[in-house]
């Protein structure tokens, strides 16, 4: 039997991939999750499955008493328009809920952290690109800040308990499981509508670009994190790793890749620009490839021909 594992959120995007990912490496695999955006046949069979909200004294104590020596954590209000209409509730699933979780994991001898936090929220706008770990922290959205207090947290139970804590700042993740009614999943809105016959529709004038990485590579990065030895802590930076690609493609350049894997010229309409959107977001990835050993591997154009083959099924 491989190490005992708990995932959060593992019924959800990519949280499930990551169980996937876990199970491969031979792990024994408990997902916590509430369901509210994951999908229960999201979950392999056979895979113990707990019902419960991560700010609850049943996911503390499954936790403190689960025997687990890595809790991955992917639960979380991932909604930025959603944090901005109620920072209270942002930071009571995404700050509170992961306190309640590092209590567990105090009071049960649990040995490391994963986290997935963002990159597109936690740093600056400012650059320069594409980005470092050690970029300006600037966050714009009650999501940012509370990803970004997660991470001091984890770096103030790292410091005064000896967990071993790791953070995973994500670029735009997409591929097979994503939503398509969340603002972050482009991909997924884009291979809906494709799929439909309907126009794609982007704000403002499409240039604005974003670091697409593929959720099976995002996957294999969160198993490295789990076995990787640690460098000592030194400020936030030191356990955070960018998980991305290193390469920009703007919305318009997107739009023509997926009508290109669906076979058909997409028809698009323009509308206005949105409020507080980054016009430019990359990684730089070439820490995660010198400490953890971790490089995406799946090309853009591969990854959404396989994002559309499982929309097309879905």
Do not use: C
């Amino acid at each position: 039997m491989g190490r005992k594992v708990l995932i959060t959120g593992g019924a959800g995007f990519v949280g499930s991939h990551v169980v996937d990912a876990h199970l491969a490496a031979g792990d024994d695999v408990t997902v916590l999750d509430d369901l509210s955006t994951g999908r229960r046949e999201n979950i392999p069979a056979g895979v113990r499955f707990v019902h419960a909200d991560v700010r609850s004294p049943e996911a503390r104590e499954l936790v403190a008493r689960g025997g687990f020596v890595l809790l991955n954590h992917h639960a979380a209000q991932m909604d930025v328009r959603r944090s901005v209409a109620d920072p209270l509730f942002d930071a009571g699933v995404n700050l509170v809920g992961l306190l309640n979780l590092l209590e567990g994991a105090r009071a049960g001898g649990l040995r490391r952290v994963v986290f997935a936090s963002s990159g597109g929220v936690v740093y600056g706008e400012r650059g320069p690109f594409p980005l470092l770990e050690t970029a300006a922290k600037l966050p714009v959205s009650p999501y940012g800040a509370a990803k970004l207090a997660s991470e001091y947290y984890l770096a103030t139970y790292a410091h005064l308990f000896g967990l071993e804590t790791v953070a995973l700042r994500y670029s735009n993740v997409y591929g097979p499981r994503q939503r398509g009614d969340g603002e972050a999943g482009v991909v997924a809105i884009f291979g809906r509508r494709l799929l439909k016959g309907e126009a794609l529709t982007i704000f403002g004038d499409g240039e604005q670009t974003r670091d697409l990485v593929y959720v099976t590579d995002v996957a294999e990065a969160n198993v490295a994190a789990s076995r990787r030895p640690l460098a000592p802590l030194d400020g936030i930076d030191a356990h955070a790793f960018n998980v991305g690609t290193a390469v920009e493609t703007s919305v318009n350049r997107l739009a023509e890749l997926m009508g290109a894997a669906a076979g058909r010229a997409p028809q698009v309409a323009h509308a206005a620009a949105r409020a507080g959107e980054l016009p430019r977001s990359v990684l730089t990835v070439d820490k995660a490839a010198r400490e953890l050993g971790w490089r995406p591997r799946t090309a853009l154009a591969d990854g959404l021909r396989a994002t559309l083959r499982f929309l097309a099924e879905d």
